[in-house]
């Protein structure tokens, strides 16, 4: 555990100062940090938009944030929490105007068999991610980012708060309610089988 600290620490510590070169103009320090965070971002913006063919927009506008409020960053807090907070709010942006667009629902008929064999072990995992995908489209925008935050980026409370703008109860009770609903359809998808 202290190894771990100690290296989330070196790793904060080189996220910060690239952010300050990036600050001063340095655009090789930049292309650093743009590469550190890009799949990161990727995986992180996909769970709250949910549309494949936005993400790496949604990426470059969340970096040209970076890149343009480097300077303002005063590292009160880790640089994973401001840039996944530019990045939140941008896939807030793009989720609302996506689901102007068009209702992207997924929709599956009882009578028809979607998977095939069972046996197969990459076919079960392969069945469980597609009903995980099935299942966080159950959440609201804002359930599904907190999942996504806690579970996939290891954030805290805390940290969620900030970079949601909201009471830390707020983050509280939107992941009661993601796990309710979570709970209750793989309860369903369970009784199904």
């Not at 070169?21 to 996909?46: C, S, V």
């Not at 489209?137 to 804002?142: A, F, G, N, R, Y």
């Not at 579970?151 to 969620?160: A, R």
């Not at 939107?174 to 009784?191: P, V, W």
């Amino acid at each position: 555990m202290i190894q771990k600290s100690f290296s989330s620490q070196e790793q904060q510590a080189k996220e910060r100062h690239l952010i300050a070169e990036a600050a001063a103009g340095n655009g090789k320090a930049f292309e650093q940090l743009y590469q550190l965070y890009f799949n990161r971002l990727y995986q992180f913006i996909f769970h709250i938009n949910r549309h494949h063919d936005c993400i790496e927009e949604i990426i470059n506008d969340v970096m040209y944030v970076v890149w343009e409020k480097a300077g303002t960053y005063d590292q009160t807090c880790r640089p994973s929490t401001w840039i996944l907070g530019i990045a939140y709010l941008k896939s807030l942006k793009s989720a609302k105007q996506s689901t102007k667009r068009e209702d992207q629902s997924v929709e599956f008929n009882d009578e028809l068999d979607y998977f095939p064999d069972r046996g197969s072990h990459w076919v079960s995992q392969l069945e469980d991610s597609n009903w995980l995908e099935v299942a966080l489209e159950k959440l609201s925008t804002e359930q599904r980012a907190v999942v996504e935050m806690t579970y996939f980026q290891g954030l805290h409370y805390s940290e969620i708060s900030e970079i949601m703008q909201c009471p830390e109860n707020t983050v509280k009770t939107r992941m009661f309610h993601a796990r309710k609903i979570l709970a209750k359809f793989f309860l369903e998808l369970n009784n199904r089988g």
